[in-house]
């Protein structure tokens, strides 16, 4: 998982700053069994393009970069540039993991 949109006790948090949402879900998921995990992430732009370069092998497509200011916008597919993939800022945490199901991509 790389985001949670609805807490249990909290219900929705798509407004919250995403820094805030990503701290509950990992709340959430402390409990939780592999294979149900968080993506990892980073808001250091040298690790960031580490995964980039090394996990597409792996099956991983890119990285996702939010500002960790930002509320949830709902889903998107944008393209950027690979030079602005990822910025180093506390920000701009960036996670990678391997594509979601086509089931999650309505």
Partial sequence: MWDILQHPTLGDVRPRPYVERRALMLDVLADVPPPIQAVPAT??????????????????????????????????????????????????????????????LS
Avoid: I, N
């Fill in 43 to 104: 808001d250091d732009y040298a690790t960031a393009m580490v995964w980039f370069e090394h996990l597409q092998k792996q099956g991983v497509e890119g990285v996702v970069v939010k500002p960790g200011r930002s509320a949830y916008q709902g889903y998107s597919k944008r393209r950027t540039p690979r030079s602005d993939s990822c910025r180093s800022s506390p920000t701009y945490p960036c996670t990678a993991g391997p594509p979601p199901p086509r089931c999650c």
